[in-house]
């Protein structure tokens, strides 16, 4: 069983910063693993932002890339999103994925493990 708990969402006016973090416990977790972010909107499908890999290769979606930054301290076990200079169109639930034992090909993957999630609201 893998948990994977986020945090740091909030509020914040357009063109601001949050940070956010996902601590992941859990027999089969291994910092090594594939782990990434994904967001969803009201009434929009969930979509993943960012991604990283065993050796720390990142990929992004288009709209985030330059803005977003994803990033993980193994020894911690958590994993970050800095997200900078925030637009509304960036408001949405996000979430936290890690898939055990798969270390590449962590982009567009149909991840099996997923946090709870931390809301992000961006305004005018």
């Known amino acids: 069983q893998v948990n994977l708990v986020e945090s740091g969402g909030g509020s914040v006016q357009a063109g601001g910063s949050l940070r956010l973090s996902c601590v992941a416990s859990?027999?089969?977790?291994?910092?090594?693993?594939?782990m990434g972010w994904f967001r969803q909107a009201p009434g929009k499908e969930r979509e993943q932002v960012a991604a990283?890999?065993?050796?720390?290769?990142?990929s992004y979606e288009d709209s985030v890339r330059g803005r977003f930054t994803i990033s993980k301290d193994k020894a911690k076990k958590t994993l970050y999103l800095q997200m900078n200079n925030l637009k509304l169109e960036d408001t949405a639930m996000y979430y936290c994925?890690?898939?055990?034992?798969?270390?590449?090909?962590?982009?567009?993957?149909?991840?099996?493990?997923w946090g709870q999630g931390t809301q992000v609201t961006v305004s005018s």
């Open positions: 859990g027999y089969s977790y291994s910092a090594s693993d594939c």
């Open positions: 994925t890690t898939q055990p034992d798969r270390r590449f090909g962590c982009w567009k993957y149909d991840y099996n493990y």
């Open positions: 990283i890999d065993t050796d720390g290769n990142t």
